[in-house]
């Protein structure tokens, strides 16, 4: 799909420095002279932010099923799409997402291990064709980054999962950000100096391109 805009997404597990990415990203963007639009999933309409609460938060009284989780990230990147991402982008503004379809393709396909065929047909249903321009996965080791995530303060109710969990999500966003010719790895095991640099070349070099 053409359009005049860019869709930047940044993309990690929690606690790899994905909020401070966004701000690295945003400045160099609006540097550049590009007029930007920040999103977030899932979230960035009044229903998606509804459906957010609703997929992070705890319901003591019932299991949240991996179908209805998978379903509502779903529902919230149907909202967000058609009535913000994909208008911006046709006005010739750039959309920086904090998260979009590769988190469902980790958490979903590689924590929860639903079959990556479901996965792909909801994909099509929803998206057609429509992919990020430019992608960074910023990868860390998920206890560092859950330390992190907890030095933060209370734990949502997916965050509360297993290592194993965390594994297997970081090993499916690996083996999609090495085949995605889009992509750009951020190792963050590193000084936050260090992370920063590596933000800013991998951007530059795509805005240059
Ligand atoms: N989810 C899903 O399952 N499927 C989907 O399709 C989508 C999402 C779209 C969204 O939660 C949840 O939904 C998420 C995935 C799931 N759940 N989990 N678990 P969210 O958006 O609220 O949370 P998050 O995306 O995980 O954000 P986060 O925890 O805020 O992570 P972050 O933004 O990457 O972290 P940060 O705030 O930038 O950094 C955390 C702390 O670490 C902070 O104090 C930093 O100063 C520190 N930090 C960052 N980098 C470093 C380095 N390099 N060294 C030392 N310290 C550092």
């Known amino acids: 799909m053409q359009t005049l805009g860019k869709f930047i997404v940044i993309e990690g597990l929690e606690g790899a420095g994905k909020s401070t990415a966004v701000s690295i990203v945003s400045e160099l963007i609006k540097n550049a002279g ?11 309409t009044p229903m998606a932010e509804a459906i957010r609460e609703c997929v992070k938060g705890n319901w003591p009284t019932e299991k949240v099923t991996i ?3 998978l379903l509502l990230m779903y529902a919230a990147r149907a909202q967000l799409v058609q009535n913000i991402i994909l208008p911006n982008l046709e006005q010739g503004n750039w959309v920086l997402g904090d998260r979009h379809d590769m988190s469902s393709q980790a958490y979903q396909g590689g924590g929860r291990q639903i079959d990556i065929e479901m996965i792909e047909a909801l994909r099509t249903i929803t998206l057609k064709d429509f992919r990020p321009d430019f992608t960074l996965y910023l990868d860390v080791d998920p206890e560092e980054g859950l330390n992190r995530a907890r030095g933060r303060g209370e734990l949502d109710r997916i965050e509360q999962e297993h290592l194993s969990f965390f594994e297997r999500t970081r090993a499916r966003y ?9 992509c750009v790895i951020i190792n963050t095991m590193q000084s936050i100096e260090g992370v920063h640099q590596d933000i800013q ?8 391109q």
Do not use: F
Not at 201 to 208: G, L, R, V
């Open 34 to 44: 590009h007029s930007l639009v920040n999103t977030r999933e899932p979230g960035g």
């Open 174 to 182: 690996l083996a999609l950000a090495n085949e995605d010719k889009n």
């Open 67 to 69: 179908e209805a989780e």
């Open 201 to 208: 070349s991998a951007i530059t070099q795509y805005m240059e």
